[in-house]
């Protein structure tokens, strides 16, 4: 089954290739764009909470398509 992003954006590349690990505490962004920058509270499985580091909502993310933000 596809997810709405999936459906509503076929020609957006979802996953972002960062294969590097993920875990609690990562400041990171979702998929290729340059928009706000969450940090990860807590991984289960292929899912992972966010939370805005400014506004916004927090939400459950596929961790495929979360990027690392370079320091």
Do not use: Y
């Amino acid at each position: 089954m596809k997810t709405l992003p999936e459906l509503m954006c076929p020609d957006v590349p979802l996953h972002t290739g960062c294969n590097l690990p993920k875990e609690a505490g990562d400041h990171v962004m979702i998929g290729t764009n340059h928009g706000p920058v969450f940090e990860i509270i807590h991984i289960a499985g292929s899912l992972a909470w966010v939370r805005p580091l400014a506004n916004g909502q927090e939400g459950l993310v596929p961790v495929e398509r979360l990027r690392l933000v370079d320091h």
